[in-house]
């Protein structure tokens, strides 16, 4: 399924070998006409940059198709070189360029480059042994990335011959290898390759050369894990909610009444407990989860439904029980958040507005009302943040603002300044509501929501600036609590680390260590104090998912380690490697 | 210059050819490559030396043919010098003294008068450029070329690590990481680095570098065995290459084809890899090439390829990746622990060869005639592997039995393995006909048979000594199981002792009487029928190093030499010392077929050679500073005929000839002749008549002129043709010689016109019925005229490099030997 260049038709190609065009208009999409069907199924299309062709991949051949007339002008077979082929060769991907080249991308591993018109095979890369799944062409059409079955993705470059001369030639350059299975899709930027596998990684590859100086995106990145929630924590009732893409599981957690030192594992007294396994109905995948703190209500979202559920515990068993007649929202939420109070929920909707319902005993909601954005917004909301006191909500949508919303007359409060950049996580502090943001450039924000304006803290962390170690971590900062003993302590987490922001520390400069906890330890309590800076990091955990604080001396953190989906995952195509 | 009555150290085979690249002639029937201090052309059909082209008095370190005139050679040496040869005479033209050492040479066809060289940089170590010396016009054969300007900075010092791209628009330098290119009209330096770091055990540094000869792409190797393919290279950003990567170790050399389409790359591996269309799937192999590639080379014309290998060898192969011939002088091994032994067979020199085989050195042709595996297992090319090693090797006196010792290379515990191997006539080969595991406990240190001819082969007898304290007696027994495949085998009959000590060398008298073996400090004689202790000689302090009888009239004397620097000489019907003499001698080496023994000694960074016979305490001949390696191997190599050599000092060359090895492995010989005349005449006639190019205009021509003959015969003008035909040799010679070697024009003349003159002689009618014969056989008449002019031309040249000196050297030289010889009286003294 491919849309036309000006996202006016949409291209779909069928299992039966008909490629069909559909009009988009506004609000859906118009079945227009087919185009001349021919035997064997269609697995790629791609549209000439003017619209006026269509070439089609298919088994063993590929096929141009002028969209005006719906007819087939060229049918090129792809294996008609090899001799005694005896496999067929499927072309996985394949693009049309604006010069008339149609490169197809294909199981043999050959990337090749045909002249549709002349119906002749210009150029023919084998890059790989292994099939060659996916292809994209940049914007310039001098550099194409193709991704194979290996888990390596090639790099194809149009360069001249000689130096000034005017013939030129596609060269395979650089390969990658940056994942262990399928590359399935790629994309290519103006200034990186992207690509993203089944090993569930994505990763973004700057070309050096397309980059001016050296910044922020003049890294390699590699994100492993979605940068959102998928965990939520009944902080009163000890539950913790797993979001899976299906189902939806609910634990309880472990105690223990002993306490140890440092390093130290303590026996548990009472067991981890799984309590339910939620399914939900049809395919789609669940789109966000949430549990109230008080663990009497859970909700979910998929991208058509709303559900939500009154969770009875009597004892040691529970049972889930459906609440009846949830309004009907369209379009879904984004996102779901419960009230400190677990009294009402917020769901977090397209165009920038957020419902409010209110949760009745024993197991009824109502629609309480819409929050809007005074200005009106296109976006949709994606996180929300409810301040302990139940005054305040903070909502941030697609278009990176952030509305503040006052719950006791549900109004709009006020709009935090706007940063360049997107939000990755806010969180009210609960005794002072001061809002702190979090954003994807690993800056850090502290917003008083009384006052409406930053605090002299945030801005002492504006005029002297991060330090250099922390602004170039890779992973966004996923979710940020406060510690009720002292309120000046606030904790994030990304992926790698823990971190525990230390208001009234003074703030490390450049010179000084960032992770420096290890060396702490080890000096005496008077140097010791004079190393200490704002910023204490601990990197033990394998990847972490979810971190909370349940209360005053408990934290609970969730890790998923890798291996854990490695081994899940199927196997990849056995490579000899040598030396092994 | 040393006069041709002088002896003369000769090199004659082995040493390295030290990375510069082989060059094919333009029509790919000449190899030519730098061996030692000489070019060397090899004829690709015969793989025959044509010629040794001499003059350098350095390493050479660059060759390349002049790119305006094929038939001409530019070499460059570290004795700072550029020489312009005419390869297919082995003439010098000219000599360009550029000073410093030069390291490389690159010639271009598009700088009209001037090369590239690579000299090191003033003032500081270890640093170099590359420079192009402007190659000045002048009348004399030695001319200055001192007008140098630096085209790069901080080069690499191999010639591999330079080169030029297309059409010889830009020059690529490598150097550890980093990768200049620097085009010539753009006036525009790029520098390209990779990382340092060794990501996963790989070593990015560059090892080599070659440009595609059409299209803008650099291909360069690493020392991690990867092959990058540069290209865009014009922009200092959007430069682009692609890896391709099989060869596990160094890239050592690469190659592209004519047409830029292949590449060939070689490493340690000894597996020639063709990349097609650089591709990294699309590629072909040519293993089992015997030996890590050293050098790639392509010949002009794309047919051929060749690589040199570490050990001396060269292969041609060819475009479809066959291997086709290989021309191979002495391997050099890893070391030669065999030492130089004689075959008595077939006279070549027998020593370690490739890993676990012994190679069969012809000497008078400068080929390996065969290579024996010895070992028989797989050799793997692995650093730290423990590789089985052949390590003693003993011929008995007809050839007809060889021993081999092998061992595996752990210090501690050697698996030690007696091999005996038993000439086939059939197969003409040797066979293995007994197996003896473990033979000592310990490394075996010496090896000797003990046959006479006139007993048979009953007194063959084995003697081997060990570290172990013993020596072991080993002979032949009658096979008493009749399934046995042969009838006799080799087990152990004596083991002998003396103190405990480690037995060093054995020697058997030359009646086979007596067996001598040293233990550390003394010397043992045994007699060889009873085993009983004759008598012990030492000489403390030092333990004896080697020992060997005396010959002929000399065989009631032992000889041995001890590491505290003594040469002893000891009466064996006396038992008492008759001579010693302070020396380090280094190698004992007794003439098979005189009495005399040659003593190298090794002091102060120099070698120098003793001739002496056992009976008389002083030397007959002392030739002081041999060559500046030092000297580990010498054998006695028996002339198939005794030479004719009139002085009394050399007389001792006249059965055989001594040749040595140092430690560089080149083979290396004493010669009362000059070089030149080492070099069969014959081949120089192949020259000759090969570079003639058999072409079909030729063909016609030829055709057309015996033609023309027949019917010059069938005019009937025989006689004057025939005058013509006899004036022609003086006229051909003329025409032929090069120019510069000339004499003057007015002493030509006279020939010149003598040779227009009818001659005096009136013929018989006999006679010229003989003339219209040969007519008809014109062709081949030709051919020994061709020979004849190339016979005097040799003589010429002769003349002039040696006739002047001849005379005045040899006597002024015998005086200084004169000289030297009543000096050198004093070192007896010790006696």
New interface residues.
């Given amino acids: 399924m491919v849309a036309n260049s000006t996202g006016t038709q949409l291209a779909i190609g069928c299992e039966d070998g008909s490629v069909k065009i559909f009009q988009v208009v506004p609000g859906g999409i118009q079945f227009e006409r087919n185009l001349d069907r021919r035997k064997g199924r269609v697995l790629c299309l791609s549209w000439h940059p003017s619209d006026t062709h269509i070439v089609a991949g298919s088994i063993d051949f590929f096929r141009v198709i002028d969209v005006t007339s719906g007819q087939t002008v060229q049918r090129i077979m792809v294996n008609y070189h090899v001799e005694k082929a005896k496999r067929e060769c499927v072309v996985w991907a394949i693009a049309l360029l604006s010069s008339g080249t149609v490169v197809s991308a294909d199981s043999f591993?050959r990337v090749q480059f045909w002249d549709w018109e002349q119906g002749t095979l210009a150029e023919s890369?084998?890059?790989?042994?292994s099939a060659v799944l996916s292809l994209a062409v940049a914007q310039k059409e001098d550099s194409i990335i193709v991704g194979t079955s290996t888990g390596a993705t090639y790099?194809l470059?149009l360069?001249?011959?000689?130096?000034g001369g005017l013939e030129k030639r596609w060269?395979?350059?650089?390969?990658f290898q940056f994942h262990s299975h399928d590359v399935r899709a790629v994309a290519h930027s103006p200034t990186a390759l992207i690509s993203g596998g089944l090993d569930a990684q994505l990763v973004i590859r700057p070309l050096?050369?397309k980059v001016q100086k050296k910044s922020y995106d003049a890294v390699l990145r590699k994100f492993t894990f979605p940068h959102r929630r998928l965990v939520s924590c009944a902080r009163k009732a000890r539950l913790l909610l797993f979001q899976f893409s299906q189902y939806l599981e609910l634990w309880r957690l472990g105690s223990t009444e002993e306490t140890g030192k440092d390093g130290e594992v303590l026996p548990l007294c009472r067991m981890p407990e799984h309590l339910v396994q939620l399914k939900s109905k049809g395919p789609e995948h669940i789109y966000s989860s949430c549990v109230s703190p008080c663990g009497t209500w859970l909700g979910y979202s998929t991208a058509s439904r709303f559900q939500l559920y009154r969770v009875h515990c009597d004892g040691d068993g529970v049972s889930l029980r459906k609440v009846p007649k949830v309004p009907k929202l369209l379009p879904p939420a984004y996102q779901l958040q419960f009230s400190a109070d677990s009294e009402s929920l917020f769901v977090a909707s397209a165009r920038g507005s957020v419902h409010v319902f209110q949760l009745l005993e024993p197991g009824g909601c109502k629609h309480l009302h819409t929050l809007r954005p005074p200005s009106g917004c296109s976006e949709a909301v994606y996180l929300l943040a409810p301040s302990a006191d139940g005054h305040w909500l903070a909502a941030v949508s697609g278009d990176w603002a952030i509305h503040i919303y006052n719950l006791k007359c549900f109004k709009h409060h006020c709009v935090v300044p706007t940063y360049d950049c997107a939000v990755s996580a806010i969180a009210i502090h609960p005794s002072t509501n001061n809002l702190v943001i979090a954003y994807s450039d690993q800056q850090l924000f502290e917003f008083s929501i009384p006052e409406k304006q930053y605090t002299s803290w945030s801005r002492t962390v504006q005029s002297r600036g991060l330090h250099r170690a922390w602004l170039e971590r890779d992973s966004p900062i996923t979710h940020i609590t406060f510690n009720p003993k002292n309120p000046s302590h606030i904790l994030l987490h990304d992926t790698y680390l823990l971190c525990v922001l230390d208001k009234s520390l003074p703030l490390p400069d450049d010179s000084a260590l960032l992770m420096n906890q290890s060396t702490l330890k080890q000096l005496p309590e008077t140097a010791r104090k004079r190393q200490l800076h704002a910023f204490k990091i601990c990197k033990k955990f394998q990847p972490l998912l979810f971190m909370d604080l349940l209360d005053k001396n408990c934290l609970v953190v969730v890790e998923r380690p890798i291996m854990d989906f490695k081994t899940q995952l199927p196997l990849p195509v056995q490579q000899k490697k040598?030396?092994t | 210059m040393v006069s041709p009555g002088a002896l003369r150290v000769v090199r004659c085979g082995g040493g390295g050819q030290r990375g510069a690249r082989a060059v094919f002639s333009a029509d790919s029937k000449y190899l030519l490559y730098a061996s030692g201090d000489f070019v060397k052309v090899h004829s690709v059909n015969t793989e025959e030396t044509l010629l040794l082209l001499c003059g350098h008095a350095d390493l050479v370190t660059g060759i390349q043919l002049n790119p305006h005139n094929h038939m001409q050679l530019y070499s460059s040496s570290l004795d700072g010098t550029i020489k312009l040869w005419d390869f297919m005479d082995g003439i010098p033209i000219k000599t360009f003294t550029v000073g410093p050492k030069l390291l490389a040479l690159y010639a271009l066809a598009s700088a009209e008068d001037s090369v590239f060289v690579v000299i090191p940089k003033k003032g500081e170590r270890d640093t170099f450029q590359l420079v192009s010396v402007k190659l000045t016009k002048g009348a004399g054969q030695d001319l200055e070329g001192k007008e140098l300007s630096v085209v790069l900075d901080g080069v690499g010092a191999s010639p591999k690590q330079i080169a030029f791209g297309?059409e010889d628009?830009?020059v690529v330098s490598v150097k550890d990481v980093n990768l200049q290119v620097y085009?010539f009209k753009l006036k525009l330096l790029n520098r390209f680095s990779l990382s340092t770091a060794k990501t996963k055990g790989g070593d990015n540094s560059f090892s080599c570098v070659v440009c595609h000869p059409t299209?803008?792409c650099i291909a360069t190797g690493h020392a991690d065995g990867k092959i990058r393919l540069w290209?865009?290279f014009?922009?200092k950003?959007?430069?682009?290459?692609?890896?391709l990567h099989w060869h596990?170790d160094t890239v050592m050399d690469l190659a592209y084809s004519l047409e830029g389409t292949r590449l060939l790359s070689g490493g340690v591996e000894s597996v020639l890899v063709q990349w097609h269309n650089?591709?990294s799937?699309?590629k072909d192999f040519l293993p089992r090439l015997g030996s890590p590639i050293e050098c790639i080379s392509m010949s002009s014309d794309g047919i051929l390829c060749c690589t040199l290998h570490t050990d001396n060898r060269i292969s041609i192969i060819n475009s479809n990746l066959r291997f086709s011939r290989s021309i191979q002088g002495l391997i050099k091994s890893r070391d030669v622990k065999t030492g130089l032994v004689v075959d008595p067979r077939t006279k070549a020199l027998v020593l370690n060869g490739e890993p676990g085989h012994l190679q069969f050195y012809s000497l008078q042709s400068d080929q390996q005639l065969f290579s024996l595996d010895i070992v028989q297992r797989q050799y793997i090319h692995q650093a730290g592997l423990k590789q089985s090693e052949l390590v003693k090797v003993a011929f008995s006196a007809q050839g007809t039995w060889l021993a081999t010792v092998e061992e595996s290379e752990e210090v501690a515990d050697p698996e030690l393995q007696l091999k005996l191997w038993f000439y086939s006539e059939e197969t003409q080969s040797f066979a293995l006909n007994t197996r003896i595991n473990t033979p000592h406990d310990n490394h075996i240190t010496d090896m000797c048979f003990r046959d006479m001819a006139e007993l048979g082969d009953d007194s063959l007898i084995l003697v081997t000594t060990g570290r172990d304290c013993v020596f072991k007696v080993w002979v032949m027994v009658e096979d008493s199981d009749p399934e046995a495949h042969q009838s006799v085998s080799w087990s152990c009959d004596f083991v002998g002792s003396y103190h405990n000590y480690q037995a060093t060398n054995c020697c058997f008298s030359e009646d086979g009487s007596l067996l001598a073996v040293s233990f550390e400090e003394t010397v043992t004689v045994w007699d060889s029928l009873t085993w009983e202790l004759k008598c012990t000689f030492c000489h403390p302090p030092g333990n004896i190093r080697n020992i060997c009888f005396g010959r002929l009239t000399c065989s009631k004397y032992l000889i041995g030499a001890t590491d505290y620097g003594f040469l002893c000489c000891w009466n064996l019907l006396t038992c008492a010392l008759e001579w010693s003499a302070h020396l380090n001698i280094v190698v004992l080496q007794p003439d098979p077929l005189s009495e005399h023994i040659a003593a190298v000694s090794w002091l102060s960074k120099e070698s120098s050679l003793f001739v002496f016979k056992p009976s008389e305490p002083w030397p007959i001949y002392i030739q002081r500073n041999l060559c500046k390696e030092k000297i580990l191997l010498a054998a006695f190599v028996p002339r198939d005929e005794p030479e004719m050599i009139s002085s009394e000092k050399y007389c001792w060359l006249r059965k055989s000839q001594l040749f040595f090895l140092t430690d560089t492995q080149e083979l290396m010989t004493l010669s009362t002749k000059s070089l030149e005349e080492r070099l069969t005449p014959s081949s120089k006639q192949l020259a000759v008549e090969e570079s003639l190019p058999m072409t079909p205009f030729s063909v016609l021509l030829g055709k057309h002129r015996r033609q023309q003959a027949q019917e010059d015969t069938d005019l009937g003008k025989p006689v004057v043709h025939n005058k013509q035909e006899q004036a022609s040799p003086a006229v051909k010679e003329l025409l032929h010689t090069p120019a510069h070697v000339l004499p003057s024009a007015s002493f030509l003349c006279t020939i010149f016109i003598n040779s227009l003159l009818i001659s005096k002689e009136n013929k018989s009618a006999e006679e010229v019925a003989d003339e219209v014969e040969m007519e008809s056989e014109k062709a081949e008449d030709d051919s020994d005229e061709e020979d004849v002019t190339a016979m005097e031309q040799e003589d010429t040249s002769h003349m002039e490099l040696l006739g002047e000196m001849t005379c005045k050297l040899s006597k002024s030289q015998e005086k200084e030997l004169r000289k030297i010889r009543k000096m050198d009286y004093s070192w007896i003294s010790a006696f």
Avoid at chain 1, 159 to 163: D, K
Avoid at chain 2, 237 to 243: C, F, I, Q, V
């Fill in positions: 591993g890369h084998t890059v790989s042994t790099h470059q360069l001249p011959v000689r130096l060269v395979r350059t650089k390969p050096m050369e040598f030396g | 297309r628009s830009y085009f299209e803008d290209r865009n014009h922009h950003k959007a430069y682009t290459y692609s890896a596990h650089e591709s799937c699309q």
